[in-house]
């Protein structure tokens, strides 16, 4: 009988294992390969890590136990009032809502503590002008490149008939979707045509941009549509429209975007701490990580706190990556910036500095940047993706949502990306569905 | 917009790095931190084709002691012993910890113990 083990006994090449640097000649089977990813070293530790903070049950029960006790500490003290926790992050919501989070708070009794999806899909909030005129070049023959969640990104207004970009590659434009700004640059510089990125993405995308160009790695007939937005100031907006909204419970407390934050560092989230007196927690991706941010800003609350704390030690630094820092500065300046929805927030978003202006979509194909007065209303009638991506409704508070509004024929931006809490809502089912229907066939 | 993926580093060349995410498939990624920094064999976090942190192993004992925190404060509150809470979580840990600092240092015996 073949096992893994024998297997690879029996087709391991003679002297393999010398060519690893960083294998101790005493090593056990499995022998170990020299391509990294199947180095038994690397496995285990990738193992270890997701283990460490997904699967260990007695930490979770501990989590789940310690959040309870504190939501009952505040329950005595105004038995009332909701705590809305934000998780300003999509792939925060993901996991709250794959892993069925907030099902399992529930289920422990925890009634005063709310969990709200935040701004942090930036798919949801590109305004549909950008995309518009990404169309239009399309089909002017421009060969466009986009991330894959853009694809499908519905517009406003149709651009010769096309409501999407997938709509306009169906109509003969060459749109090519790119995992990266790096696939761009290579396929790019093959066919030297007149192309352009559609740039979207929140800090964390941003050094990508910035190192590809400060490098000249860049292609002169490609051009950067950049439109990086920053989440500091979103946060800012969603939480003061939190506060302007007297039927709704202020945000208590936020966890802040983990990856966001290994470029900008937990100092960002200072001002937001300090400006609105409440918790935030810089926090990892999955549910350990998720809970145990739950319990230190309940913690917090209840003690009369309000610091920034990084549970995603793992990744995060204080001070973030100042040479990220430097390399987006020295590219780019700080502008004003439109949100699909809501419109202007100071501040908001990332240009192209003067010295950099060849590398311009903007500049090179004349496009007029888009103004405050210009400005529209973006959203379809009926949609509610803006109040749904500042955490002022649900997406089952919207009439569309898996009604006109799915998954396949996506309406409003929040359906398409992977990152879009309607979009995850749909796939996973949020607000407490997995609940009723356990209820209905009498498991809770 | 915080999706990424874990990844190993494979080679660097050029100002651009070759990462592997587990399916042995290799991608360049733009070095979104400081390049001097990176290593090959390094675990990083890859987010839209850009490195945008190092994953620090070392730290996962700080996270273990926040959760032991939690725990003895938990055990304090209703009375049970709080060093018992504690050695719960140390037990939940215990192998991954030693499987870290085995493979740091190097040492072989926790992977067979483990395979």
Redesign the interface.
Known sequence: MFTVKSLLKRYRPAGMASQCL?L?D?????PPSV????C???K???T??E???RR?T??TA??V??IR?YSEELVQGDPHYIYRIMDF????E?TIVHFGLRNVLEMAGVKNVELVAGP???VCVTPSYYLEAAMKLAFEGVVVYT?GDVFKLPAIRRVNGARSLAEAKALGADVRLA?????AV?DAKKHNKPSIFFGI??E??A??YS??IL?G?VPPNLRLMNLVKLTPPAMFYALETSRGNPRDYPVSGVIA????S??IGGKAWVPVAEHFGIPVVVAG?EPNDVL?AV?EILRQLKNGEHKVLI?Y????KWEG????QS?ISTVFETVDSAWRGIGYIPKSGLALRDGFKQYDAFEHFGIPDLTPERWQYDLPPGCRCAEVTIGKAKPTDCPLFMKACTRDRPIGPCMVS??GTCAIWARFGGGGLATEIAKEVGLA | MCWAVPAVVKRIEGGVAYIDPGDGVERPAVIGIDEKELQTGDLVMVHAGVIITKVDLSTLKESMDMWKQMAMELAASVGEDPNAAAKVVEEEMWRVLKLVEEVKSGRSEALKELA
Request: proline share 8%; net charge neutral.
């Open positions: 960083s101790p005493s090593f056990p089977d499995p391509d990294c990813w199947n038994t070293i690397m285990k530790e990738m270890a890590l283990f460490a903070f260990k007695k930490i501990t989590l136990n310690y006790k992050c999509g792939t925060h993901w942090g899909c930036p991330y995992h990266t700004f790096l696939h290579i993405g929140f964390t995308v050094p990508g190192e590809a490098k790695l975007p983990g990856h966001v290994t470029i991706f145990t319990a549970e030690v793992r990744a995060v990556d100042l040479k990220a390399s992977v990152e």
